[in-house]
């Protein structure tokens, strides 16, 4: 059973920092990613990986500051948010797809399967 579970959300001033984490099982993965949704807004790609390469994506907005990476052995995917702005408060998702044919890793609608989510609130 494919299953997606994230954690390591809370509440930080701004300049803080949150690593989240994503507990993935059921199946392996060819792409994973962060996706994040603030009330009134669209899903919006965060940060999304290539597991077998390793390669990355960010959003322009987060570049510099959020570093995507994975844990093969323990099926894991990480996001470390550094320098957090009240701009970054949302509910932060994990996201995932299998096989190909893959679509923009920035795009949710490329991806199968998503977790639960973990709220993320910035204070100024």
């Known amino acids: 059973q494919v299953q997606l579970v994230e954690s390591g959300g809370g509440s930080v001033q701004a300049g803080g920092s949150l690593r989240l984490s994503c507990a993935a099982s059921?199946?392996?993965?060819?792409?994973m990613g962060w996706f994040r949704q603030a009330p009134g807004k669209e899903r919006e790609g965060v940060a999304s990986m290539y597991t077998g390469s390793g390669i990355t994506y960010y959003a322009d907005s987060v570049k510099g500051r959020f570093t995507i990476s994975q844990d093969n052995t323990e099926n894991t995917l990480y996001l470390q948010m550094n320098s957090l702005k009240p701009e970054d408060t949302a509910m932060y998702y994990c996201a995932a797809r299998r096989t190909p044919p893959y679509g923009p890793l920035l795009k949710a609608a490329t991806y199968d399967y998503w977790g639960q989510g973990t709220q993320v609130t910035v204070s100024s």
């Open positions: 059921g199946s392996t993965y060819g792409i």
